[in-house]
T-cell receptor, first 115, second 113 residues
Framework: DGGITQSPKYLFRKEGQNVTLSCEQN?????MYWYRQDPGQGLRLIYY???????QKGDIAEGYSVSREKKESFPLTVTSAQKNPTAFYLC??????????????FGEGSRLTVL | AQSVTQLDSQVPVFEEAPVELRCNYS??????LFWYVQYPNQGLQLLLK??????LVKGINGFEAEFNKSQTSFHLRKPSVHISDTAEYFC???????????FGGGTRVLVKP
């Protein structure tokens, strides 16, 4: 079945360590997104990519980095510069031209806890 | 830039009672509007969307929403809720010519037996 796969589902990290969250989609979508979710704050956009080898900062990009070397993959690295990285991270994608009707398809999420 | 306000952070409701979740947005241009549902520790699932045309939109699981341009609102309703509707609901907006979705803070619905 087509969909978005995020891994790992749960991740623990010590302060000062970088960690990379994986996001893979087989929906043949051009655009991919990373959101951060904190209780009571909804979803906030970290980075997005509309095409391979191109990406843009979202509203809270500081302390994060991404790459888009393949259409189906959009990994997110949470660096040690991110001051409060404990959160639920959601990857999403959308297709169409240019970005269709904007409906996002979401992965199951990755919960990162910094110890 | 657009913004979304969900006026209620939590809504308790009894089983088989109706529920309405309020959503207001601000944007100076044409927008698309969405409602998503999130069950615990899962991703978001689309309930319904408004792109154009009829202002009353029907979605999955018996939900519907009405787009009101003059009041810049997109409230979600269900005439009779089930225990399984316990979840968090997010309203979202995107400029019709844009490529980013902006989410509200979410409304947590707790259905009581």
């Amino acid at each position: 079945d087509g969909g978005i796969t995020q891994s790992p589902k749960y991740l623990f990290r010590k302060e000062g360590q970088n960690v990379t969250l994986s996001c893979e989609q087989n929906l043949n979508h051009d655009a991919m997104y990373w959101y951060r979710q904190d209780p009571g704050q909804g979803l906030r956009l970290i980075y997005y990519s509309q095409i391979v080898n191109d990406f843009q900062k979202g509203d809270i990009a500081e302390g994060y980095s991404v790459s888009r070397e393949k259409k189906e993959s959009f990994p997110l690295t949470v660096t040690s510069a991110q001051k409060n990285p404990t959160a639920f991270y959601l990857c999403a994608s959308t297709g169409g031209a240019p970005v269709g009707t904007g409906e996002l398809f979401f992965g199951e999420g990755s919960r990162l806890t910094v110890l | 830039a657009q913004s979304v306000t969900q006026l209620d952070s939590q809504v308790p409701v009894f089983e088989e009672a109706p529920v309405e979740l309020r959503c207001n947005y601000s944007s100076s241009v044409s927008v698309y509007l969405f409602w998503y549902v999130q069950y615990p520790n899962q991703g978001l699932q689309l309930l319904l969307k408004y792109l154009s045309g009829s202002t009353l939109v029907k979605g999955i699981n018996g939900f519907e929403a009405e787009f009101n341009k003059s009041q810049t609102s997109f409230h979600l309703r269900k005439p009779s809720v089930h225990i399984s509707d316990t979840a968090e609901y997010f309203c979202a907006v995107r400029r019709a010519a844009g490529n980013k979705l902006t989410f509200g803070g979410g409304t947590r619905v707790l259905v009581k037996p």
